[in-house]
């Protein structure tokens, strides 16, 4: 090790220290050899997890919506062919493209719609209960 980088070890312990003794906790805290902690081993495992579930609900989400699409009457050709394609994943700009529609009517669309479903679903859980 040349002196160089003996210069940054101590400088970089240095502050270490004294962001320590501040009370900064870095959210990827490495200890002095920069070996990540078991602590942040079981944060990443977490966060791999919590991705699992978003797409697991996110999935979930688009059978939904799928499902709604084929069994609900839409008050308009519009409205059903942008629901369509909001059910198959295609993001709301790309359908904007596709249909020359404004965004915010778009949005407006799929919003509505989405309000409509989910209080579907929560009538059909309700009547099973």
């Known amino acids: 090790m040349n002196d160089k980088e003996r210069d940054l070890i101590a400088l970089q ?3 270490y220290k004294k962001l ?9 805290y490495f200890d002095h050899s920069m ?14 997890l919590t991705h699992a579930q978003k797409f697991t609900a996110t999935e979930q989400y688009y059978i939904e919506a799928g499902q709604f699409y084929w069994s609900h009457a839409f008050s308009s050709p519009l409205n059903k062919q942008v629901w369509f394609l909001h059910s198959e994943g295609i993001p709301h700009r790309k359908i904007v493209a596709k249909l020359g529609v404004s965004y915010q009517s778009i949005r407006s669309i799929i919003n509505k719609y989405k309000t409509l479903m989910f209080k579907e679903r929560k009538t059909e859980n309700q009547d099973s209960i």
């Open 13 to 15: 312990k240095e502050w």
């Open 35 to 48: 070996e990540p902690r078991d602590m942040m081993v079981k944060e990443a495992s977490k966060l791999a």
């Open 20 to 28: 320590a003794d501040d009370g900064f906790e870095d959210i990827e």
